[in-house]
């Protein structure tokens, strides 16, 4: 099956540092999201975006399907950014079934 | 906003029982999902469905079922608790097809 690698697995910043979250898959998808899951547990969608860029407001992402990686950028990092920031992946006539990566742990120090 | 709401945040059971976890969703959306989490095991999919009475092993199905009587809801059921099955279960939805799945906020199970 497809494989879904994350780097780096941890990272530590301080508060308002930027930093790049990379995500590489092994096959070709139609269906790339990137989550983050809070302290809480709660995960929350982030971008949906099997090719090309988005931002929202301090993050960004892009997927570059032809070469199976996407990026996660976070600028000015804050605290509430910490957790765990994970990409998943769906394909072809999979019927939805998302394959996550293992993750990203982010702590933002302040 | 996408809705997804699970029926319990923490739950503790004992071995034995019957448990059953509740999912719904308020946007018709009509794929609907199960994962649970682990770890150093990620998440992992237990059982899908794509329309009402219609479901879909995921890769860890294996002492659980499922129930999707109605279109906003899905139930994951396990049929005699284990206490391997302690872990985070995590529902999601989608609008079917290629279209991003929302999550509700997990469900903490504890089987003693």
């Known amino acids: 099956g497809i494989q879904v690698e994350q780097s780096p697995p941890d990272l530590i910043l301080q508060e308002g540092a930027n930093s790049t979250l990379r995500c590489n898959f092994s096959?070709?998808?139609?269906?790339l999201q990137w989550f983050h899951q809070n302290p809480w547990g709660q995960l929350i969608n982030l971008f949906y975006i099997p090719s090309g860029t988005k931002q929202n407001g301090r993050l960004s992402a892009t997927t570059v399907a032809t070469e199976r990686y996407s990026l996660l950028y976070i600028s000015s990092s804050q605290t509430t950014d910490s957790g765990v920031y994970f990409c998943?992946?769906?394909?072809?006539?999979?019927?939805?079934?998302?394959?996550f990566g293992q993750g990203t742990e982010l702590s933002v120090k302040p | 906003d996408v809705k997804v709401t699970q029926s319990s945040r923490y739950l503790v059971k004992r071995t034995g029982e019957k448990v059953f976890l509740e999912c719904v969703q308020d946007m018709d959306h009509e794929n609907m999902f199960w994962y649970r989490q682990d770890p150093g095991l990620g998440l992992r999919l237990i059982y899908f469905?794509?329309?009402?009475?219609?479901?879909e092993k995921g890769d860890i199905p294996e002492g659980y079922s499922v129930s999707r009587e109605k279109k906003e809801r899905f139930s994951l059921i396990l049929e005699s608790a284990s206490t391997n099955q302690t872990s985070m279960y995590l529902c999601a939805s989608s609008r079917g097809g290629t279209q991003p799945q929302h999550f509700g906020d997990g469900t903490r199970l504890s089987i003693l």
């Open positions: 096959d070709s998808v139609n269906n």
């Open positions: 469905s794509y329309d009402v009475k219609m479901k």
């Open positions: 998943a992946v769906e394909q072809h006539n999979q019927g939805g079934k998302l394959i």
